[in-house]
């Protein structure tokens, strides 16, 4: 199975600054196909998580450009370029490139 | 709007059965492949199980699989998690996700809650 592990696993961070957590796959993350299916979630406290960005950097519908995705083979992040209120919670990396798919451990973004 | 509700998690002593279902409504389930997540108390997320928009492939993973069997009734916009030989480790609260373009896991549900004690 791939393993995904993300880094920090919590984020004491300031409104309106920066935000990066990266995540690194055991095993490159490109498919026969050419993708690289590496996907970001968000939870909130109590809620199911919600898809962020998909394909290494595409952000899914609705989500503010403030989020970016970047990254390949097996080095990816995410950055938040101004963190707001709403953003804290628990951020996951997924990788969907080969079944099982499999998670992040997460990483807690909290404001300071 | 796009829909996902599962229902029929509780409270049941290991060794016995649970059956998970999920509705879908909003869009042609039909066109879709999906999956059933989980989220123990305060753990991260593992995938459980998917199943292909027309049934006609599945895939489990191993901490389940043998145990627990994924279905759906694409003329009732349905889909099951058919859970048997529960464990305390099965003890989770589980969504039920559609997979979306690009393998993104692009709508989820409220999530039904199983426990697994004595």
């Known amino acids: 199975d791939i393993v995904m592990t993300q880094t920090p696993l919590s984020s004491p961070v300031t409104l309106g600054q920066p935000a990066s957590i990266s995540c690194r796959s055991s095993q490159r993350l490109v498919h026969e196909d050419g993708n690289t299916f590496l996907s970001w979630l968000h939870q909130r406290p109590g809620q199911p998580p919600r898809l962020l960005i998909y394909k290494i950097s595409n952000r899914f519908s609705g989500v503010p450009d403030r989020f970016s995705g970047s990254g390949a083979e097996t080095d990816f992040t995410l950055k938040i370029s101004r963190v707001e209120a709403e953003d804290v919670g628990i951020y996951y990396c997924m990788q969907a490139t080969q079944f099982p798919w499999t998670f992040g451990q997460g990483t807690k973004v909290e404001i300071k | 709007q796009v829909q996902l509700v599962e229902s029929g998690g509780g409270v049941v002593q290991p060794g016995r059965s649970l059956r998970l279902s999920c509705a879908a409504s909003g869009f042609i389930f039909s066109n879709f492949g999906m999956h059933w997540v989980r989220q123990a108390p305060g753990k991260g997320l593992e995938w459980v199980a998917v199943i292909w928009h027309d049934d006609t492939d599945r895939y489990y993973a191993d901490s389940v699989k043998g145990r627990f069997t994924i279905s759906r009734d694409n003329s009732k916009n349905m889909m099951w998690l058919q859970m048997n030989s529960l464990r305390g480790e099965d003890t989770a609260i589980y969504y039920c996700?559609?997979?979306?373009?690009?393998?993104?896991?692009?709508?989820w549900g409220q999530g039904t809650t199983v426990t697994v004690f004595s």
């Open positions: 996700v559609r997979w979306g373009n690009d393998r993104a896991l692009d709508v």
